[in-house]
């Protein structure tokens, strides 16, 4: 696992696309996660008459603690629910990839949460904990 200068977290799978796909959309749902979507890249490439290696982001989120949130700061909705991306390079090798604590942090801070609080560092702390959790499911 690596984060990168961008805010990302990174996760090399050692699996196959379809299997990373499938563990990790399993591991987000045995954590209590409702998986809202799935957003097909490549597919949507392929139906624009374009090749690209498999990418989907996987829309997880939890509807209690995100719904209270959104009626606190509605335009957080825009970036939330949650996203995580399981993609394959040009080499066959699959990873998994989803935003860091820190850009979480920013994130808020741009819906007007005061990022100052013990508590809010603390959850988006807990909250790319749970996310490496997932990830670890879905590529060892």
Do not use: C
């Not at 749902?29 to 957003?39: M, P, S």
């Not at 982001?57 to 606190?72: E, H, M, R, S």
């Amino acid at each position: 696992m690596r984060q990168t200068p961008s805010g990302l977290v990174t996760t090399k799978s050692a699996h196959p696309f379809p299997a990373t796909l499938e563990r990790l959309e399993a591991a987000a749902k045995n954590t209590g996660l409702v998986v809202f979507a799935h957003l097909d890249h490549a597919g949507a490439a392929k139906a624009a008459g374009l090749e690209m290696p498999p990418a989907t982001v996987l829309v997880v989120g939890n509807p209690k603690a995100g719904t209270p949130q959104f009626l606190q700061h509605p335009t957080l909705a825009i970036d939330l629910p949650l996203k995580m991306l399981v993609w394959e390079n040009q080499a066959g090798e699959v990873f998994v990839s989803y935003n860091a604590a820190t850009f979480a942090r920013s994130m808020l801070e741009r819906h007007g949460f005061d990022i100052s609080k013990p508590a809010l560092i603390e959850g988006t702390g807990l909250l790319e904990q749970k996310q490496a959790d997932i990830t670890r499911a879905a590529v060892t």
